[in-house]
């Protein structure tokens, strides 16, 4: 498969079967989970129209979804344009090494900047080499470090 196999597109009402499927492969393969009700209002933010939401996007290869991406638009105190936020990207794991990632990245990339925010950023776990590779060679590595609350 290559990237021109694939079809990205912006989420529909209708993808909430096979988008949960992703996200949940998603949210295992970083050894996390979360209850029904989480799934439920997080596919109803990603389907509403309010700017403050994530978006979210999926690539389709012969009408099956085979990643999904959210991102999201925000101010940021050093900027006058916002920024984006790509908070989640992945590819199932049979979709993996074939352009998925890359196509989902590209299609974030091309509406931040039609949104005027030409800057994204995104996180990922040090142990997630496989991504790492593709990010070094589409994104500059940043030396900032996370915290949060405990």
Same mark, same amino acid.
């Given at each position: 498969?290559? =990237?021109?196999?694939?079809?990205?597109?912006?989420?529909?009402?209708? @993808?909430?079967?096979?988008?949960?499927?992703?996200?949940?492969?998603?949210?295992?393969?970083?050894?996390?989970?979360?209850?029904?009700?989480?799934?439920?209002?997080?596919?109803?933010?990603?389907?509403?129209?309010?700017? =403050? @939401?994530?978006?979210?996007?999926?690539?389709?290869?012969?009408?099956?979804?085979?990643?999904?991406?959210?991102?999201?638009?925000?101010?940021?105190?050093?900027?006058?344009?916002?920024?984006?936020?790509?908070? @989640?990207?992945?590819?199932?794991?049979?979709?993996?090494?074939?352009?998925?990632?890359?196509?989902?990245?590209?299609?974030?990339?091309?509406?931040?900047?039609?949104?005027?925010?030409?800057?994204?950023?995104?996180?990922?776990?040090?142990?997630?080499?496989?991504?790492?590779?593709?990010?070094?060679?589409?994104?500059?590595?940043?030396?900032f470090i996370k915290y949060q609350?405990?």
């Amino acid at each position: 498969m290559s =990237q021109t196999d694939l079809n990205v597109r912006f989420l529909r009402a209708t @993808d909430y079967d096979s988008w949960s499927a992703l996200w949940r492969g998603y949210l295992t393969f970083y050894e996390s989970s979360v209850p029904d009700a989480v799934y439920e209002s997080t596919f109803a933010r990603l389907l509403g129209d309010d700017p =403050q @939401d994530f978006t979210g996007l999926v690539a389709e290869k012969d009408g099956r979804l085979v990643g999904l991406t959210h991102y999201l638009f925000h101010r940021h105190c050093w900027k006058i344009e916002n920024v984006c936020y790509l908070q @989640d990207l992945y590819a199932a794991e049979d979709a993996r090494g074939l352009g998925v990632g890359r196509a989902l990245i590209e299609a974030v990339y091309a509406n931040a900047d039609a949104a005027g925010a030409p800057s994204v950023y995104w996180l990922t776990q040090d142990f997630n080499a496989t991504a790492r590779t593709l990010y070094d060679r589409i994104a500059v590595l940043t030396p900032f470090i996370k915290y949060q609350r405990g």
